[in-house]
């Protein structure tokens, strides 16, 4: 009979001499107490290359094991003479002379690095703008709009045939949209524009609002101050396209619990997730669903998570829609749970086209989850990578080609297409080898032994042609909480480059 795999040992790299030389050590002990006591000698490397759990004496002389009986049968009787003269090795030679068949222990090592650590933050240009608008020289360390007079800097110039000049893409006086704009050289008023923006708005007026030193896109247009006004108010941060980023790090996930991610059965059911796995009608927060493929869940971790930052963004938007575009708002929120089931896009960097996505809980890890399908959508591929989430509609309202920097790669990681329905025949194909049983065959262990090049498991790529390819794919091993575990590791707490590196190694030395 085989042994179980608890008291299996890696004897992979053991010799003949060194394999008597254990059971000489082992047949050496005395059991006292149902433990087996050693010597504490050179020998004791021996369990340490075999992996055998043991404890070391509080004086140091002994080694204890505790669970040894199954190791002394299986060598039981062995003669020593014969294991050192003989030239096998590894499981052969431990299997030539033990009474149970000993499987290896491991068949395959795989080589892993450590991908990006935890991430979710905001994302901040340089200066952490809040509008990208130029304050020259001007304005102090923190380019502060409120204390600018007039500057003279390039600026784009787009002109109305009714009102002449404007250096934004619409008349200031008649709301007409222009084109073709002039780069120039002029001064500008800028506290004559804030004042009139703060009048626009019927806003309070703040002590800080951050602008740029210049506008770099290629007509030189900036942003209306009055966008600049409302994100100061709730503190938010403009990127480069006229945006507000997220960034958080990509956790791939094809089921939950309604309890981890802390939306109500109702909710959830208003969302289309109306039976579980099982097909059993969605009724209390245990039962575990199928995330739909353009699904996430983002983080609620720290003081301004990105929960608490999108609903700041949510509020800005309404402001905007309100008070600049002189519209009903859209959002309506009063809490962050009220963004469940808004629409946003997730896009990673050096990409063009973020992808549609739906929010439907809140995680309090730093992190947001979401379908490999969607990760892969976005060309990226699970391991440990970041993305940037955007709100839709400040993509829809605020993003601009004219914003976009007159540099190569300015049109990295900006929205110019939307994916709105994930197509998997679009998606980057190494999504296609995930597997999606819900248990591997007998079969695929036993393989392990003659090391074939390919094992039948059900993977994505099989129902490509035939089949369900976004539901009922498998899992195989559950999970209490995807909530659980540390929220901030070791290696994100220590300090400059060269203290993680000494960790680093440190551990390297311990394992």
């Known amino acids: 009979c085989s042994s179980d795999l608890k008291y299996i040992y890696f004897y992979d790299n053991f010799t003949g001499k060194e394999l008597a030389l254990l059971i000489d050590y082992l047949n050496s002990g005395k059991i006292k107490d149902s433990r087996l006591i050693l010597r504490n000698d050179s020998r004791k490397e021996l369990l340490e290359k075999a992996c055998i759990l043991h404890k070391v004496s509080l004086d140091k002389e002994y ?30 030679l431990v299997n030539k002379f033990s009474k149970f068949e000993i ?72 709301g007409k949209h222009l084109e073709n704009p002039k780069r120039v050289r002029r001064k500008l008023n800028v506290l004559g524009l804030l004042n009139e923006a703060y009048k626009n708005l019927n806003e309070y007026r703040l002590n ?24 100061a108010k709730h503190g938010l941060y403009v990127f480069r396209d006229g945006t507000i980023r997220y960034d958080m790090v990509n956790a791939p996930l094809t089921h939950f619990k309604p309890k981890e991610i802390r939306t109500s059965i109702e909710k959830l059911k208003e969302l289309g997730y109306t039976k579980d796995i099982y097909g059993k009608s ?24 990105a929960a608490d930052y999108f609903f700041s963004v949510a509020k800005f938007i309404d402001e905007e829609l309100e008070k600049f575009y002189g519209v009903e708002p859209f959002y ?20 063009i086209s973020p992808v549609v996505c739906r929010l439907i809980g809140f995680t309090s890890n730093r992190c947001h989850y979401a379908h490999p399908y969607l990760f892969a959508a976005t060309r990226r591929d699970c391991d440990g990578e970041e993305n940037g989430l955007i709100l839709m509609l400040d993509c829809l309202l605020n993003f601009s080609k004219e914003y976009l920097p007159e540099k190569r790669g300015s ?49 994505v ?4 042609k035939e089949g369900n390819r976004y539901t009922n794919l498998g899992f195989t091993i559950p999970t209490t909480d995807i909530n659980q575990g540390a929220h901030i590791t070791r290696y994100k707490e220590a300090g400059d480059m060269i203290e993680k590196v000494v960790n680093q190694l440190k551990l390297a030395e311990k394992l």
Not at 81 to 92: H, V
Not at 284 to 303: A, H, R, Y
């Open 63 to 92: 080694i204890i094991l505790e669970d040894f009986l199954p190791l002394l049968k299986a060598f039981e009787g062995a003669n020593l003479d014969e294991i050192r003269k003989c030239d096998l090795a590894g499981y052969e």
């Open 103 to 174: 499987k290896d222990k491991v068949t395959r090592y795989i080589g892993a690095r450590m991908g990006r650590p935890e991430k979710s933050e905001v994302r901040k240009m340089k200066g952490s703008p809040q509008v990208l608008f130029p304050v020259g020289e001007k304005g102090g360390k923190m380019r502060n709009l409120v204390e600018v007079d007039t500057i003279f800097t390039e600026i784009s110039e787009f002109y109305c045939i009714d009102h002449g000049s404007s250096i934004l893409p619409y008349c200031l006086i008649c």
């Open 208 to 231: 800080l609002i951050k602008g740029v030193k210049g506008v770099t896109s290629k007509h030189k247009v900036p942003e209306p101050i009055e966008k600049g006004i409302l994100r």
């Open 282 to 305: 969605l009724e209390n927060e245990d039962q575990i669903l199928e995330l739909f493929p353009q699904d996430i869940i983002i983080s609620t971790f720290g003081e301004r998570s």
């Open 332 to 351: 309506k929120v009063k809490k962050k749970e009220d963004l469940i089931g808004h629409l946003f896009l997730d896009i990673a960097p050096h990409t």
């Open 411 to 459: 049109i990295s990681d900006a929205p110019l297409s939307i994916t709105t329905i994930l197509d998997l025949e679009e998606v980057d194909d190494e999504v296609y080898d995930m597997d999606i049983s819900f248990n591997y065959p007998k079969e695929f262990y036993e393989a392990k032994d003659i090391y074939p090049w390919e094992i039948k498991i059900e993977q």
């Open 461 to 464: 790529k099989n129902r490509l």
